[in-house]
């Protein structure tokens, strides 16, 4: 089993900054992590995964340039830097844990954090 526990979130203007961190204890050597997020109204999606050594990451589209994923796997945790923040990032941030390599799917993750919410004000 894999516990995951974001934080971090908060409220932020428009070109802001904010770093989220989730921290995961259990058994996760050698797990691909990734950060998801669902906004109001608006399905859940991919945001950024990165594999177990750091040498593989993969972002959306959406917030490529802006957003960094990246990990320390001595203290399992897992973080998202997120720069020139926009309104329409606003959104409960998810972080998941899968075996396998970064994944676009959230079917693919077996394991889910509770949430953390951003909220980039206009």
């Known amino acids: 089993q894999v516990q995951l526990v974001e934080s971090g979130g908060g409220l932020v203007q428009a070109g802001g900054s904010l770093r989220l961190a989730c921290a995961a204890s259990g058994r996760t050597f050698m797990y691909t992590m990734g950060w998801f997020r669902q906004g109001p109204g608006k399905e859940r999606e991919f945001v950024a995964g990165?594999?177990?050594?750091?040498?593989?990451?993969v972002y959306a589209d959406s917030v490529k340039g802006r957003f960094t994923i990246s990990r320390d796997n001595a203290k399992n945790t897992v973080f998202l830097q997120m720069n020139s923040l926009k309104p329409e990032d606003t959104a409960v941030y998810y972080c998941?844990?899968?075996?396998?390599?970064?994944?676009?799917?959230?079917?693919?993750?077996?394991?889910w954090g509770q949430g953390t919410q951003v909220t980039v004000s206009s």
């Open positions: 990165i594999n177990w050594s750091g040498s593989s990451t």
């Open positions: 998941a844990a899968n075996k396998y390599v970064p994944t676009r799917s959230g079917s693919e993750y077996d394991y």
